[in-house]
């Protein structure tokens, strides 16, 4: 096992779904997926793996924000050989043409984090981007299940609740769809250790009507996105 995953070697598939909300996984498991068990709750932080269509995947809580986020993803592909993971996240939108339920796929990832500026000394302004394969395989599945999903570029925000709200207005401006809270993160430890990353988000909250899903909705309301996210690791992640 690893400091914050409790699963042996063998126990997580080389396709990892990775929901912030650890009751996600654990719905997400026991919904789409056949024989799950549960390998890991540390820190009640649980991560299942079953089959999809015949095929071995996992599922893992990340938590909030991107060092917890950072964390899981370092430890699931150093530690553990995954190769790919597919963020299944919630999202505020700032687009003003999203609606609640919307389905978004972040093709890149703006960043207020530190995280990557101390990575390149603060000299680089380092792009985090998904994996064309995954991005592309994602944009098919969803087509081919009937599921609008809008492609661009997304903030991944330090904060949930923001002082700034003109800055999110700015990013509106220059075609950001939406902000959530590990996507930068993810993409770049990926990058970093050779493995592919997307993230695929389903909008929760509307950041200029003030719109809101409650939090069982988050929970067990994502269905559609869950579909793309599966499907996609099935096909494209190999
Ligand atoms: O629904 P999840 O996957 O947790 O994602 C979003 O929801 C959390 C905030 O409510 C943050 O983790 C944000 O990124
Ligand atoms: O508004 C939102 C909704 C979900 N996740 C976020 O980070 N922000």
Not at 15 to 20: A, F, I, K, N, T
Not at 83 to 93: E, F, L, M, N, T
Request: proline share 4%; charged share 20%; hydrophobic share 40%.
């Amino acid at each position: 096992m690893s400091v914050h995953i409790g699963g042996q070697p063998g126990d997580i598939a080389e396709r990892v779904l990775l929901p912030g909300d650890p009751m996600r996984a654990k719905w997400i498991a026991e919904t789409f997926l056949q024989d799950a068990k549960c390998y890991t709750q540390v820190r009640g932080m649980l991560g299942f793996t079953g089959t999809y269509q015949g095929v071995p995947v996992s599922v893992q809580g990340s938590g909030m924000g991107m060092p917890s986020a950072s964390i899981y993803t370092h430890e699931l592909i150093n530690e553990y050989g995954v190769k790919s993971v597919i963020r299944i996240g919630s999202c505020g939108a700032l687009a003003p043409d999203l609606q609640l339920g919307d389905v978004v796929a972040a093709i890149g990832s703006a960043t207020d984090s530190n995280m990557n500026r101390s990575r390149f000394d603060g000299l680089i302004d380092y792009a985090p981007v998904a994996d064309f394969g995954l991005l592309r395989t994602a944009v098919e599945v969803a087509e081919r299940q009937g599921t609008a999903i809008r492609v661009g570029p997304i903030l991944a925000a330090d904060a949930f609740y923001t002082d700034r709200p003109d800055l999110y207005d700015a990013l509106a401006d220059y075609g950001v769809l939406a902000v959530e809270m590990e996507s930068a993160a993810i993409y770049t430890i990926a990058a970093r250790y050779g493995a592919k990353a997307l993230t695929i988000l389903t909008v929760s909250d509307h950041i200029k009507t003030g719109a809101k899903m409650d939090s069982a909705q988050r929970e067990q309301g994502f269905g559609d996105m869950v579909r793309i996210g599966l499907e996609t690791a099935i096909t494209g992640a190999s």
